[in-house]
C-alpha cells in the first residue's frame, strides 16, 4: 500500500488545476494562488490560458501540453518534478483529465511518488447536471461518442436499461446526427441539452428525445447532452414499496418514510404517494 501525504513536502507537486468553463470570475482563490506559485503551467492551448493569467496578471511560464505531444514530455516533465519544481496542469476550460489530457502524467507521478494535488472548481458536468432537472445522482459519464457510427451505436447498446442520468459530450455540428442515434438505440425518454454554460448565451433546451431529435440548435459552442435513465415503473414502484416500509419497520411514520423515500429518489413526495398505494399493503 502505497500513502500519498499531499503536503508533507511543498516543493514537490504536480497540482491538477481547475479553470472557468466561460465565465472567467468561475474560479478560487487556491486556484488562482497556485497558478501564481508554480513553477510552470501546462497547458492543452497557451493561446487560451494565456487570456485566463493574462486577465489574472499571472507570469508564470507557460508550456503546451496536448494529446499529440504528451507522451514525448512525459519524462522531461517527470524530472523537472523531481529536481523539486512544482508544476501545474490546466486544461483549456474546467477541470483536466475530464475528456482532456493529463491521466499518463498523473499515473506516472504517482509511480514516482510525486504527490498529485487537484485544486476543485468548474465542471461542465455537474454544472449542468444540478440545473438540468433531472435525477442527479446516480449518473454517469460517458463523455464523447465515436464519430464511425456503428462505434457509436455499440457504445450506446451498452447502456440500454441503465436507470441512471447519463452525460455526454457532443461538438455543435453532431449533435442532431447523436441524438437520431441516441433515438434508435436507446428510445424515447427526457433530455436536457446545454450549451455556453455561464455565458452570456447560455441555453438549456428540455424535451423529449423524440421530439428534440429533428430539432434544429444552435452551431456555436459544444454540448452537454444529459439523458434521462431508462424509467421501469413495476421495478420502480417495487423498489418503492420496499424501502418506504423499511423505513417504517425503522420507526417512521408513514407519512415520514414517504418524504424521506421521495427524497432519495430526487422526486416529488406525491409520486412516491402514488407509487406507494397501488400495492400497499392493507
Do not use: W
Request: charge should be negative.
Amino acid at each position: 500500500m502505497k500513502v500519498q501525504e499531499s503536503f508533507k513536502d511543498e516543493n514537490i507537486q504536480l497540482y491538477i488545476v481547475s479553470t472557468p468553463i466561460g465565465n472567467l470570475s468561475d474560479i478560487t482563490f487556491r486556484a488562482l494562488a497556485t497558478l501564481k506559485s508554480v513553477d510552470l503551467i501546462l497547458c492543452e492551448d497557451t493561446r487560451v490560458t494565456i487570456k485566463l493569467l493574462r486577465h489574472y496578471d499571472i507570469s508564470t511560464p507557460l508550456e503546451s501540453y496536448q494529446k499529440f505531444n504528451e507522451k514525448e514530455k512525459l519524462e522531461e516533465i517527470i524530472e523537472f518534478l523531481k529536481e523539486g519544481k512544482r508544476v501545474a496542469l490546466v486544461s483549456d476550460a474546467g477541470t483536466p483529465l475530464v475528456n482532456d489530457p493529463g491521466f499518463i502524467l498523473v499515473k506516472e507521478a504517482i509511480e514516482h511518488e510525486i504527490p498529485v494535488i487537484a485544486i476543485p472548481g468548474a465542471s461542465s458536468i455537474l454544472t449542468s447536471l444540478v440545473a438540468s432537472g433531472l435525477l442527479p445522482q446516480p449518473f454517469t459519464f460517458v463523455g464523447f461518442l465515436p464519430r464511425k457510427q456503428s462505434e457509436a451505436r455499440f457504445i450506446l447498446e451498452r447502456y440500454k436499461g441503465r436507470e441512471e442520468t447519463l452525460v455526454f459530450f457532443e461538438s455543435p455540428l453532431r449533435i442532431s446526427k447523436t441524438l437520431e442515434e441516441m433515438y434508435d438505440v436507446l428510445g424515447d425518454r427526457r433530455l436536457v441539452l446545454a450549451r455556453e454554460l455561464t455565458k452570456k448565451f447560455e441555453t438549456f433546451y428540455r424535451g423529449s428525445l423524440k421530439t428534440m431529435k429533428d430539432a434544429e440548435f444552435d452551431t456555436r459552442g459544444e454540448y452537454v447532452i444529459l439523458l434521462e435513465g431508462e424509467f421501469k415503473k413495476e421495478e420502480m414502484i417495487l423498489d418503492i414499496v420496499t424501502q418506504v416500509n423499511l423505513f417504517i419497520e425503522e420507526g417512521l411514520s408513514e407519512k415520514e418514510a414517504l418524504k424521506k423515500v421521495a427524497k432519495m429518489l430526487g422526486v416529488h413526495k406525491s409520486e412516491v404517494y402514488k407509487a406507494y398505494k397501488i400495492v400497499k399493503p392493507e
